[in-house]
């Protein structure tokens, strides 16, 4: 048998991923809208992002996660809205948020950052008018 060659690997951080806080959102929100209004995160390829860093796409796609966060109802089951975008490495920090509704974007550093970039954009004017207009539709398709 080969000797080992990895030396003694790395114990991983105790963090959450950006794709678990933001499952853990879509559940609130769910939740606080009586199941009105669902949260959908989904991975999805950073080539469709419109995240531009000067490099050739496919090096992006091979260096970066890309993790969407939409809202929608089942009562109007064809329509879905972006409200962000994260793209991050594999070594999660530092990250991208973009704020697909307010056009901002954050730059996290840490976890913390995360948690204040989401908090602005999930409870922007912009967001809660969106919220409040899906709300509405699916109110009067029932």
């Not at 609130?28 to 949260?39: A, E, H």
Request: glycine content about 6%; overall charge negative; proline content about 6%.
């Amino acid at each position: 048998m080969s000797p080992d060659l990895w030396g003694q690997l790395p114990v991983p951080e105790k963090i959450k991923t950006p794709y678990t806080i933001l499952l853990e959102q879509a559940q609130i929100l769910r939740d606080k809208t009586n199941g009105i209004l669902i949260g959908s995160v989904k991975r999805g390829n950073p080539l469709i992002t419109g995240f531009s860093m000067g490099r050739e796409r496919e090096e992006l796609a091979k260096e970066y996660f890309t993790v969407f966060f939409s809202v929608n109802s089942e009562i109007i089951p064809n329509y879905t809205y972006t409200i962000l975008i994260i793209r991050h490495p594999v070594q999660i920090y530092p990250l991208t948020v973009k704020d697909e509704v307010n056009d901002i974007a954050y730059e996290c550093k840490t976890e913390s950052d995360l948690i204040d970039a989401l908090g602005i954009t999930l409870s922007s004017n912009k967001v809660m008018a969106v919220l409040g207009g899906l709300i509405s539709l699916s109110n009067s398709e029932t």
